[in-house]
């Protein structure tokens, strides 16, 4: 018989996870091979919507893993699912065929996700053995609980109890071996099962050119490594992460999220390397941490707050807000709206500049995350929803409990010119991403039709502003004190 780690598409690496270390444990103990596997279910892309940035992003990890396993005399199995619900029954077949004895995963903490382990535990009979592990924070999904005894959902009082309990158990943070090789005499026995392929994106999951394959592979390069040499980069500037992060010119975030999502470079060895830096201290906490690595680790614990939500409020995975009185808000049908937010044409040059970013490079700065989301449900009233599903097709970092949670709508409504100025004061932003305004200087960079004489701003080649931004926030105040309510 073997033992097996099933590898899901937010663990894709070798180093520090957990599941994976517990199976190589297993076999060794038990003087079993240990075998991996990977299901590929187009279909469940497609039903998540993922974009073709992050299919080859994860097809690419996926390379570089089975040569790494290759290399310890283990298997990396690619299996093929047309049908999402068919995922279980695919993979239990195999692992009869293959006398797989225990089974070992992290878990997802999506509601489908969570479905489909629920029923591999139940289907796979006696004879197989399941062991599910916490792998994708420092801190287990659901144990996070208020006096009440519910699970905590509000950040501040989940960021304080957060700080003290690292404090208090740095060996949180520990990382586990990678795996331990095949024993050689298991040679024969596996021979066959290390020549399947990798996948490739779907059809429909292609890059739209050659051309932008080759930008995005080069921005984000895939795997364990590019993920670890990123992150040793980043903490070379942390400390003027805080005074920086919101100016999205500087570029002086980490880039590390579509790494996190893929569970490229666990959360565990992320922390333990800034607390390396951090004087070998695991307080990160405002007055004790170093400069830089409060605000950075303040990032992380949304993350991890975000994965508890998912977790306990399930109905956030199911295209339903947190809070349900939004689902009673009568959206509007701005056909030309929507096609000028998603192609940057909308004539507010801080939005248009956010989402031509996203085009280009799969990815967007937060503080235009923010802006763009609060512009598409509160300005243009459209359904919040398409906006997220429209991140998942496109962000190289898509992840159902940051997306979910980040498009939850609320009644801030962001100005995007006031914003552009506090947070882009030179407007280089919006220089590099819209060139039609590049060579404006001063002020009429921010909003050029309201600041420019007619027949200048008539020569630039640049829209007017598709929507009034303070009637429009009126009547985005008027639609929800009228719409909202109890279920
Ligand atoms: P850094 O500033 O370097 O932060 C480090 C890490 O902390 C990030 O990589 C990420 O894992 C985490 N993080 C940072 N900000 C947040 C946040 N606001 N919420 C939760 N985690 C955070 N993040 C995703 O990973 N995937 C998404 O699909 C996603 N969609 C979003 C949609 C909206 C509308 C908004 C407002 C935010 C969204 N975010 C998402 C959160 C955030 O914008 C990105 O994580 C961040 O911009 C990634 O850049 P970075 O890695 O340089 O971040």
Redesign the pocket.
């Known amino acids: 018989t073997k033992v097996a780690h099933w590898f899901h598409p937010k663990d894709l690496r070798i180093q520090d996870n957990k599941g994976l270390h517990h199976a190589s444990e297993l076999a060794q103990s038990s003087k079993k091979p240990l075998v991996c596997v990977y299901i590929n279910c187009p279909a469940d892309e497609s039903w998540h919507g993922t974009s073709p940035a992050r299919v080859d992003f994860m097809c690419e990890g996926l390379k570089i893993m089975q040569k790494e396993l290759q290399e310890l005399n283990i298997p990396l199995v690619f299996l093929e699912c047309e049908d999402r619900k068919k995922i279980v029954p695919t993979v239990i077949e195999w692992f009869k065929k293959q006398n797989v004895s225990h089974v070992f995963s992290n878990f997802e903490y999506e509601i489908d996700e969570l479905r489909r382990d629920i029923k591999l535990v139940k289907e796979s009979g006696d004879d197989i053995q399941v062991s599910i592990y916490h792998d994708q924070t420092i801190v287990e999904p659901g144990t996070m609980m208020t006096g009440n005894g519910k699970p905590m959902k509000i950040f501040t009082p989940y960021h304080k109890k957060w700080l003290a309990i690292i404090k208090e158990e740095p060996e949180l943070l520990d990382t586990v071996p990678p795996p331990t090789a095949n024993p050689s005499s298991f040679k024969k026995e596996l021979k066959d099962l290390f020549d399947t392929t990798p996948p490739k994106p779907a059809s429909d999951k292609q890059f739209s050119s050659p051309d932008e394959k080759k930008r995005i592979r080069k921005l984000w390069p895939p795997g364990h490594a590019a993920a670890s040499k990123r992150m040793d980069a980043f903490l070379k500037h942390i400390d003027t992460y805080a005074s920086t992060?919101s100016n999205p010119a500087l570029d002086s975030?980490?880039?590390?999220?579509p790494y996190?999502?893929a569970g490229m470079l666990s959360m565990r060895s992320t922390l333990q390397k800034v607390s390396d830096y951090n004087n070998s201290s695991a307080d990160f906490s405002e007055n004790k941490a170093k400069s830089g690595v409060y605000a950075?680790v303040r990032?992380?614990v949304?993350?991890e707050l975000?994965r508890q939500t998912t977790m306990c409020t399930p109905h956030t995975s199911m295209n339903l807000p947190q809070n349900l009185k939004f689902e009673f808000v009568q959206w509007e049908d701005d056909e030309e709206g929507w096609e000028k937010w998603y192609k940057g044409t909308t004539g507010e040059p801080f939005i248009d500049a956010g989402m031509r970013q996203l085009a280009a490079e799969a990815w967007m700065?937060?503080r235009l995350?923010?802006n763009v989301?609060s512009y598409l449900y509160c300005n243009l009233l459209l359904d919040y929803r398409r906006g997220e599903r429209y991140?998942a097709e496109t962000?190289i970092?898509?992840?159902l409990s940051?997306?979910t949670?980040?498009?939850e709508p609320s009644w801030t409504v962001f100005n995007p010119v006031s914003q552009a100025e506090k947070n882009d004061p030179s407007g280089d932003y919006i220089r590099k991403w819209v060139p039609e305004l590049a060579h404006l200087e001063g002020k009429a960079i921010f909003a050029p039709y309201e600041r420019l004489p007619k027949e200048e701003f008539e020569k630039l080649e640049y829209p007017q502003p598709h929507v009034n931004w303070k009637k429009t926030k009126q009547r985005c105040m008027e639609r929800f004190k009228r719409d909202m309510h109890d279920a």
Do not use: A
């Not at 975030?253 to 999220?257: G, I, W």
């Open positions: 992060r975030t980490s880039r590390m999220s996190f999502s950075w990032e992380i949304f993350r975000y700065h937060n995350r923010m989301s991140f962000l970092d898509w992840d940051n997306n949670q980040g498009w």
